[in-house]
């Protein structure tokens, strides 16, 4: 069995303890350094008991036997940090939304094309339960005639990126984005890969009103693909208590409907039965996270075993729908005066 030594670039990200939950599931993938600079890094290297750097250039600089590494920071500055690994032709699994605006990722993913460097963008909902399940069953379905998609995850306030030392989240100017570009992109994702189906049209609203922080605290979106499906995405930072999350996938004698930390059930017409539909399956839903099964696939994709959980190519096809929504609701507009 091969080991693998990797190590954290930007780590100020609240995402960086799922995925070190992750590496700990792993005996043969260590943490070898990390980078950043603000009390969450800092702990994590006193915790880890692993060398921190000041930022990404030096540690890689410095570091020069990593097997592939792990890409947080700000959304903004993603590009740049794939960029420079590409240009050292080292592996990364990089944390969604991997930028600010769709268009920073077209020149990465044409030089990731142009280099081969393998990589893994870690759109963990694609290893949700009710996914996992029942997405051939779904697209076989799609196949058929028109599907129709609810996607929600409703989560707690803004306050708790405050609480646990993110404060930048809740800043326009460094976040660049609230609920839609932190959440949007992995169900707007789902939507396709649950289909099988291009997204050609979105339409949507935000809500600015809730916290009042300059960033959406809510983003409600109506979504057509190619082969006309339909999906509702509802993403939100307006959970009072634990986050909520459904699923709901629905379309001629089928209805699915799946809440994490609930339970999963499928209903349908049975011949000879009830006409409004009978439950025919149901079961427990857990609501963990999936972090393991991001670091499995890029695991198998470097070892050539198997595929990356997503690529950037697949949070391109989400995320140019979610620039097109902030832009439809003249969310930049400040930018230009």
């Not at 979105?202 to 339909?230: P, S």
């Not at 994490?260 to 149901?282: P, Q, T």
């Not at 972090?291 to 695991?299: V, W």
């Not at 070892?303 to 096809?317: I, K, N, R, S, W």
Request: charged share 25%.
């Amino acid at each position: 069995m091969k080991n693998y030594r990797v190590a954290l670039l930007e780590a100020e990200h609240w995402h960086v303890l799922g995925h070190l939950a992750a590496i700990k599931t792993y005996e043969n993938v260590t943490v070898a350094a990390l980078s950043g600079n603000g009390e969450f890094t800092k702990k994590v290297s006193e915790d880890l008991g692993v060398k921190r750097y000041p930022n990404y250039l030096e540690l890689l600089d410095q570091e020069t036997d990593l097997d592939f590494v792990y890409i947080f920071g700000i959304y903004k500055e993603a590009p740049e940090i794939m960029e420079e690994c590409i240009r050292r032709r080292i592996p990364f699994m990089a944390d969604k939304p991997c930028c600010e605006r769709a268009w920073q990722l077209p020149p990465v993913i044409a030089h990731l094309k142009e280099s081969g460097v393998k990589h893994c963008i870690a759109l963990q909902r694609r290893y949700a339960l009710p996914v996992e399940i029942y997405k051939d069953f779904v697209q076989e379905k799609a196949s058929e005639g028109g599907v129709h998609l609810v996607l929600r995850y409703i989560t707690g306030t803004p306050q708790r990126y405050e609480d646990m030392g993110f404060p930048w989240a809740n800043q326009k100017e460094i976040a660049g984005g609230g609920a839609l570009l932190n959440l949007g992109v992995h169900y707007l994702d789902l939507v396709q890969y649950l289909t099988g189906d291009e997204i050609v049209e979105v339409k949507g609203f935000l809500n600015e009103n809730v916290w009042k922080l300059g960033l959406d605290d809510y983003a409600n979106l109506i979504v057509k693909t190619k082969q006309g499906h339909t999906a509702t995405v509802e993403v939100g930072y307006t959970k009072s208590g634990y986050p909520q999350e459904d699923f709901i996938f629905s379309g001629k004698n089928f209805y699915i409907t799946a809440t994490a930390g609930e339970d999963i059930r499928r209903f349908g017409l049975v011949e000879g039965g009830d006409k409004r539909g009978e439950l025919l399956e149901k079961q427990d839903f857990p609501d963990i996270q999936w972090f393991d099964k991001c670091l499995g696939s890029m695991l198998a994709t470097l070892e050539g075993t198997g595929e990356p959980a997503a690529t950037l190519e697949d949070v391109y096809h989400a995320l140019k729908f979610v620039t097109q929504v902030y832009e439809d609701n003249h969310f930049y507009e400040e930018d230009a005066g």
